[in-house]
């Protein structure tokens, strides 16, 4: 979330942040390990710790097989920090100004099928809290920040680049995008963003993206040519030094293309 125009220090936002999330997390963790409930997942709040600007929450997210029986166990930590433009920590903070504060919730957690454990361990619950605290923040302190915007960081930018020179998308152009199975790109030109890691909703096309890699998966490959006319295509690749006139690196390839010279 980002906030514009702010007056006054937030003193008083991460304190009713924090109670919120731990009261509406207790309150889930509560209700899913009731002998009333049906649900096949079990949330448990492990560990809480809170400082003045950011907390650390760890949860453990414990689910049963409806054949098995068979009990398994994630785990996912999730931080939030509300940072200024000149704070190291704060995130995207290249392009904000001094009037600007950022409060970016991160999860860490098992991967595959789009961070699925990690939303249904707790992120998408506490995201939820966090955007009703800031509401009821923004209806009682009006007057202490103007717009407040909520964004996505793109998760490609954070292992490419900076954490300060991140990208970030609006949430609502990604949740439209999504609805519209349209590609989801950055503004530092990364292509090909999952919308599933991204806001917790996978594209209308998920499942005929992943009809499509099964079977290109299913398809045996071909049983090729001999080994000598595959030993043909490798050849040795040097990295001549103009300069010191000599080849200064040696290792192995195979020919792309013969006409066009392509290794």
């Known amino acids: ?20 999330v731990l009261k509406d997390v207790a309150n889930y963790s509560f209700s899913s390990s009731s002998a009333d409930s049906n649900k096949d997942s ?11 600007s950011a907390f650390l929450l760890e949860l453990r997210l414990i689910t049963t097989q409806a054949t098995t029986g068979e009990r398994t166990q994630s785990r996912v930590e999730i931080f939030a920090h509300l940072g200024a433009a000149d704070s190291e920590s704060c995130v995207a903070s290249k392009m904000m100004t001094d ?11 098992e991967v595959g099928s789009g961070g699925c ?14 955007e009703r605290a800031i509401n009821e923040y923004k209806s009682q302190h009006s007057q ?3 717009k407040v915007e909520r964004e996505i960081v793109c998760y ?3 292992t490419r680049y900076h954490h300060d020179a991140a990208a970030t998308l609006n949430y609502e152009r990604v949740r439209d995008k999504t609805n519209r199975n349209e590609t989801i790109r950055c503004q530092r030109g990364c292509i090909g963003l999952d919308s599933a890691a991204l806001c917790g909703i996978a594209g209308q096309g998920a499942d005929a993206l992943s009809s499509q890699v099964a079977h290109e998966n299913s398809v045996k490959p071909s049983k090729g ?3 000598k006319d595959l030993m043909e295509g490798v050849v040795l690749v040097g990295l001549w030094d103009g300069d010191k006139k000599k080849i200064i690196y040696v290792g192995s390839g195979f020919i792309a293309d013969r006409k066009q010279g392509l290794v």
């Open 156 to 158: 490609k930018c954070l």
């Open 1 to 20: 979330w980002l906030f514009h125009d702010v007056v006054l220090p937030l003193s008083s936002l991460m304190p009713h942040i924090m109670a919120t």
């Open 99 to 109: 009037s600007m504060r950022r409060l970016a919730v991160s999860a860490k957690g």
């Open 225 to 227: 040519g001999s080994f």
């Open 42 to 52: 079990v949330l448990k709040m492990k560990d809480f710790h809170c400082w003045k």
């Open 117 to 130: 454990k990690i939303w249904e361990g707790g992120y998408k619950l506490v995201l939820q809290s966090v």
């Open 144 to 146: 202490d920040c103007g």
